[in-house]
C-alpha cells in the first residue's frame, strides 16, 4: 500500500513528466525523422499541407529505404509543394537493414523532380547543431528507427533537453515490438531510457485503419495541392494495386492525426516509465474524417471543446452583426471571431473594451503559439467600466479564467487596457496604443454628453462602435507590444 500511495504522490507532483496530454497548441514546431516508406510520403505530406506546422527539417534514416534514396525523395516531394527549403539531411546506414517491401518503396516516385541537392549530409549532426542553437523546444515526429536521435544522445546527452518530446510510430508499445524498434533496438532503449518524453503511436491492429479506396477517392475528387500530390502517388500502378488489395494501413498517418487531434487518442502511461506514453485506442472514424477533411481543404485547426467550426450561419446573428460576418472572418480568422462572439454574450453587451481584450487575448497566443488554457495573465484594466471590461474579453479569448486561478489584477498601479501574458518563462506586456484609446475615450465622452449614460442612445452609439472597431481594428496593428522577460 505504501508503494502505491507512494506512486500517485509522484504523479501528483511531476506536472512536467505528466503534462496534460492533449496537446492546447495553436502551432508546432517539427523535426520530422524518416525512413520514407509509403505511409511515411502520407504522413509528410499531411504536415506539408498544414499552415500550423513549422517543419525545420527533415532528416532520413535507414529502413523502408536506405538513408540516401529516401532523401532524394523527400527533395522531390518538397518540391511538389513548393517547400524546397526545408533542410535536408541524410542519416548513416544501418548494418542488416533490408526488408523485402524495399524494392517497392523503391519504385513509388513521390515527386516530378528527381533528386536534388542534400543540403546537410549527415542527420545526427544536423539535428545536434539545430538543438544546440534553436531558442524553443522542438517536438520531434519519428517514422522510422530511433538511429539518428540516439547517435545525438552519444555526441552530447545535455542536447536531449532541447527536444519537447518525441512522437514515434512503432507497431506495438506493449509488449514492445515492430519493424521501427527491431531495426535498431539499441537506439530504442537508450532514448527509452533517456528521460526524453517519447509518445508512443500504433496502429492497434484495428479494423478499418486503412488508407484504402474511399481515401483515395476523396484525392480524386478534390483539387487542393495535397489531393493532388497524392493522386499522383496513388495513381502509380504498383501502388494502385496495392491499393485494390486494401493494403495500406494507416500507420505513420497516425502520429500526424495525434499531433493535430490528440484528443482522438486513448493514452496510456507506462507505469515504470513516467516518461513513455502510448496510445492503447485511438478513435478509427474521427482519424480518418480528420484525413478526409485535410485532403479535401474542409479541415479546421482551430481548436474548440465542442464545435468543429464555430457557427457562422447569417441567420443566428442579430440583423446589425450580419454585415460584418464574412469581412471580419476573412481578415481575422475564425478563431478572434468565436472569440469576440463569446465574449459579447459573456459580457452581456457589445462593448469596445471587450472587444479589444479579445483581440489583445488572441494576439497574446498568437505570440507564444498556444491554444486556450496555457497562458497566466496580469490584468491592468482594474475593475471599473469601461478599461475592465478588457478583462472578460482576455478570459474568453486566452481561457486564463477566474475560475482556473491564472488570470489576476494588479494589485496597483494606474488602470490602463494593459495586461502582462505569461507562458513558461517568458512574459510580454500588451498594451493598447495611445492613438486607439484615445479615439475610444473621445467616442465614449461623445456619447455620455450627448446622451448621459443612461440614455438608451449611450448604448446604441457604443455598439455602432464596437462593431465598426471589430471589423476594422487589426490585432496586428493596434497594440504595443513588449518583451519583458521572465514572470512579473
Known sequence: MRIIVVSLLVILIAPGVLSQPLSARLKHTVIIDTDCGIDDMRAISLMLARPEITIKAILSSDGSLPPAEGAGKIYSLLREFGRDNIPIASGDVVDGINPAWRPFNSSIIWGSQIGGQITYPGSADYLSETLRNENEKITLVCLGALTNIARVAKIDEALLSGIERIIWYNDSARPLEGFNYECDRESAELLLKSGVSINIISNLDKADASFDLSLYSICQK?????????????????????????????????????????????????????????????????????????????????????????????????????????????????????????????????GVFSIVGAKMGIKARELFGVGTDMLEVTTYAGTEPPYSCLNDGIQVSTGATLGMGTIHLAARGKTVPSAVFTYKNRSVRISLKKEYLEQVDADINEGIEKFGLMDDGYWKLIRHNALKYWVEWDRDKIFDIEEIGPKK
Not at 493532388?228 to 496513388?234: D, K, M
Not at 496510445?279 to 481543404?297: F, K, L
Open 222 to 350: 478534390s483539387n487542393t495541392l495535397l489531393a493532388g500530390v497524392l493522386r499522383n502517388v496513388f495513381n502509380q500502378q504498383p501502388v494502385l494495386e496495392k491499393l485494390n488489395q486494401t493494403h495500406f494501413r494507416l500507420c505513420d498517418d497516425l502520429v500526424v492525426i495525434y499531433l493535430t487531434n490528440p484528443e482522438l487518442f486513448g493514452i496510456n502511461i507506462m507505469t515504470d516509465n513516467l516518461y513513455i506514453r502510448y496510445n492503447q485506442d485511438y478513435n478509427v472514424e474521427g482519424v480518418r474524417e480528420a484525413i478526409s477533411d485535410m485532403i479535401t481543404g474542409k479541415y479546421v485547426s482551430e481548436r474548440n471543446i465542442v464545435f468543429s467550426r464555430f457557427p457562422v450561419q447569417r441567420e443566428m446573428y442579430n440583423y446589425d452583426v450580419r454585415p460584418i460576418i464574412d469581412s471580419a472572418i476573412l481578415r481575422y480568422g475564425y478563431d478572434e471571431w468565436k472569440a469576440n462572439v463569446m465574449t459579447d454574450e459573456f459580457h452581456g453587451h457589445l
